[in-house]
Structures are given as structure tokens and as C-alpha cells.
């Protein structure tokens, strides 16, 4: 029997319009345009490639992924200021909070071993998905051991079951407003529950890796560099572009010490003093607030009881007592640094980078600190700026393992201080 037309023009319209769908999902799965792209809508954007592109380090023990979930914001020139952190996947619970305490761009290199790469896409995409401002202000760069590669989609299997919330969860972080998110964050607050501090396994956690990471995926001007569990004050980014508009308001700063380093361009660090808060209480928001609880003993510098040395330098007593000079940031002095100094700063983003070689526990930050000294960059401690962890550190908080780390990199710090002596011959400062 004859075909009649009508039969043929079915099964042709169907393989036509077959082929037209897997065309549009190709030109789907292709990388996005750049930075513009950032901003496309929805879930469909979470199945281009997970990474702009991917390196070993240095050492070729760990591999670096680039602006995973690719945020384009790291390729946005002309940035002033970023912060960068870093975090295991166990604490990445805490980005959303300080996302709101500083209000601006902001670079996290995240760790994740083997075993946690899975849990570590999964966060990241609920995150860019269902909390304010992560999207659109956040690029993350994803550090695993050398021999781990990214799936092209992260698995989803029992996704919506981990979300259900419990209050009880959120004990020691601060309140998550935004309903969506606070479900996000359930599993994460699971997470941590189940970890503790630097306990990876037998794997190390790569701290100056991961600063390093993060202060290279945005090219800002200036850089705030800090630990995912430390909250800046209250609209410290936009307080911080006022004060350099304003020139840096201060004293007068003491000239950089002679040698080769001298005539360079500004070697500032803009200190921002540390503390600690009991879990019980909310974080204060500005410098009055936190001076009230400085009084009564609710908030205590950083490190108070496990290593008071390392940042007593800072002068607590002298900056919780200054007069109030108005509500913009200013320079309050200068200090000297002395071993073993450990501030937290802002700084411009050409300074010396962190030393590598420094893993887990003990000397990491130390290190760069004591570099940049030698260097000759002068250290202008903040007014109406600073850090807060919540909780008060405590010696039972760390993982069993702390005392030897600390040892093996005290060791490395030694030998480290020599080759500072090579590096700058002309300096006139130790560490």
C-alpha cells in the first residue's frame, strides 16, 4: 500500500525537532561568555563546566579549579578591594554571615579531600543558589589532592532530604535570616558537628596554599586576608574605600627603613585588631557596641588564653580606651612588629606571598608577617575597624595532633628565618 504524505511528515517533524533540542543542550553545556554571564538565572547555569580551568601547585600535591561555579567575578578589573579566605568544607557554614558584615567582593579558596569533593559541589551550588548575595559577590576557587578530578555535575541524590532544618543546629554560629539559605546550610552545620578544627584524616590542610589561592582569583587593589571564622566589623569594605578617599587619615607614619625596598610605592598594612567573643553573645556590629562588652568581659583579644604573646603587640588596653574620633576609619598608631606578632591586615595586593611550605597547625601566618617586616612595610593599627571569632578559643577545641604540628613547623619557621637573611641582605630588621 502507498504512503500517504500525512504518514512520512510526522516521523520527520518528531526527528526535527529532536535533533533541535540536543542542539540547544550543546550550546547550553558550552562555557559561558565571562563575567556578564554571572548574572543568567537559575539552576540551568549550574550545568556549564563546574570550573574556568584547573593547575597543579607548585609542590604538584594539590590541584587548584578556578572560579568554580563560574562566578566571572575574579576576571572584573578594576576591583579597590576583596576579601579572601579560606575554609575546609566543615566551616563553609559560616560564609553567608560574613558576606553580610562585609558587604563587597570576596574570594574563598575551599579544601576538600577525596572523600569530600561530592559534599563540597553540592554546598557550593546551594549556596549560589539560595543565599543572598553569594552569586553575584563570590568566585571560589576549590583545592583538592592532585589526583582528584571535578565531575561535569555534581550528584543531587537525597540533596532535599539534608535540608530540613533544626534550630539546634545553628548553637555557636550566627542567626541565618533568610529562610532558603538556612535550609541550604543544614548539612554544612551537619558537617561540622562531625569534624573537628584541622582533623582532615591523613590529609594536610594547606592554609598559605589556600590564602595564596584566594588573594590571586580577585584582582583588587587591596586585600583583606582572614580565616572563614573570623567577622569583620559592620560595612568595613565601604568604610575602608571612604578612608582611602580620604587619604588614610592618621598620624604621621615613620619612614621605611634604608635598603633596596625603600623607594618603593606605599608599604602600609592596615591592622585590624583581633578578639574573641563568648558564644552565648551576638557579635557587636561597631566599636561602641564592642567596647560594652570589652568592659564586662564578654569580648577578650584573640588568642587570650591558648598564646597572648602572639597578639599582644596590637595594644588592646590602649585602642579599646581611645576617644572617639567620629565614625569613619582613621589610623589610631603604629606599631613595631616583634616576634610573635600574628595581625590580620589589609593590605595592597603586591605584597610578599604567604610561604607555602607551611601546613596545618603553627607559624603560617606568622611567617609572611615576619617577612613583611623585614621587608619594610610599617604596621598602622585600625580605629573603628576590627576582627571577631565567635567563642572564645579554647585549648580543648583543637584536634590531638596540634602540639606535633606545631613542632614541625616551629622547625620549618627557624629555616625559614634563615633564608629571610638571603632574601633581604640590606634589611636592617630581624625576625
Known amino acids: 500500500m502507498p504512503l500517504r504524505p500525512r504518514s512520512v511528515l510526522g516521523p520527520l517533524a518528531a526527528l526535527l525537532l529532536l535533533l533541535a533540542a540536543v542542539q540547544l543542550l550543546y550550546l547550553w553545556l558550552l562555557p559561558g561568555p565571562g563575567p556578564g554571564s554571572r548574572h543568567r538565572a537559575g539552576p540551568r547555569r549550574l550545568q556549564q563546566p563546574l570550573a574556568r580551568d584547573s593547575h597543579l601547585d607548585p609542590s604538584g600535591r594539590y590541584r587548584l579549579y578556578r572560579d568554580v561555579g563560574r562566578s566571572g567575578l575574579g576576571l572584573e578589573p578594576g576591583l579597590e578591594l576583596g576579601l579572601a579566605t579560606h575554609t575546609s568544607v566543615h566551616n563553609l557554614y559560616q560564609l553567608p554571615a560574613l558576606l553580610r558584615r562585609w558587604q563587597g567582593p570576596a574570594a574563598v579558596a575551599l579544601f576538600a579531600p ?4 561530592p559534599q563540597a559541589l553540592l554546598a ?4 549560589q543558589q539560595h543565599c543572598p548575595g553569594v552569586r553575584d559577590t563570590v568566585t571560589f576557587t576549590l583545592v583538592t589532592p592532585s589526583g582528584v578530578r571535578l565531575p561535569a555535575v555534581p550528584a543531587s541524590h537525597g540533596e532535599q532530604e539534608e535540608h530540613r532544618w533544626d534550630p539546634r543546629l545553628e548553637s555557636d554560629a550566627e542567626p541565618e535570616p533568610h529562610p532558603p539559605c538556612r535550609r541550604a546550610l543544614a548539612p554544612l552545620h551537619r558537617l561540622r558537628l562531625r569534624r573537628r578544627n584541622y582533623a582532615l584524616g591523613n590529609v594536610s590542610y594547606p592554609n598559605n596554599l589556600l590564602r595564596n589561592a584566594a588573594r590571586q582569583a580577585l584582582a583588587s587593589r587591596y586585600t583583606l586576608v582572614i580565616d572563614m ?3 569583620p566589623s559592620g560595612g568595613l569594605h565601604s568604610l575602608f574605600l571612604e578612608f582611602l578617599r580620604a587619604g588614610g587619615a592618621g598620624p604621621p607614619l ?12 606605599d608599604r602600609t598594612l592596615f591592622v585590624l585588631p583581633a578578639l574573641e567573643i563568648r558564644h552565648s553573645r551576638r557579635v557587636p556590629w561597631d566599636k561602641a557596641e564592642l567596647q560594652r562588652l570589652y568592659q564586662v568581659a564578654e569580648v577578650r583579644p584573640f588568642y587570650a588564653e591558648l ?11 590602649h585602642w579599646i580606651n581611645l576617644p572617639a574620633g567620629g565614625p569613619g576609619l582613621r589610623v589610631a598608631y603604629t606599631r613595631q612588629w616583634t616576634d610573635p606578632w600574628e595581625p590580620f591586615y589589609i593590605s595592597r595586593a603586591s605584597v610578599p606571598p604567604y610561604d607555602e611550605r607551611f601546613e596545618q597547625y603553627g607559624f603560617n ?6 617577612e613583611l617586616h623585614m621587608a619594610g612595610y610599617t604596621f598602622a593599627v585600625l580605629d573603628n575597624a576590627f576582627l571577631i571569632h565567635k567563642g572564645f578559643k579554647l585549648a580543648s577545641e583543637f584536634h590531638p595532633q596540634k602540639d606535633e604540628e606545631n613542632r614541625r613547623n616551629r622547625i620549618l619557621f627557624r629555616q625559614f628565618k634563615q633564608e629571610l637573611k638571603m632574601k633581604y641582605p640590606d634589611s636592617p630588621r630581624r625576625c
Open 114 to 117: 577525596a572523600d569530600e569533593v
Open 124 to 127: 557550593l551550588r546551594a549556596l
Open 229 to 231: 571564622d573570623m567577622l
Open 254 to 265: 615613620p619612614p621605611p627603613p634604608p635598603g633596596p625596598h625603600s623607594a618603593t610605592a
Open 307 to 317: 598564646c597572648p604573646r602572639c597578639q599582644a603587640p596590637t595594644n588592646y588596653s
Open 365 to 370: 601566618r606568622i611567617s609572611q608577617a615576619c
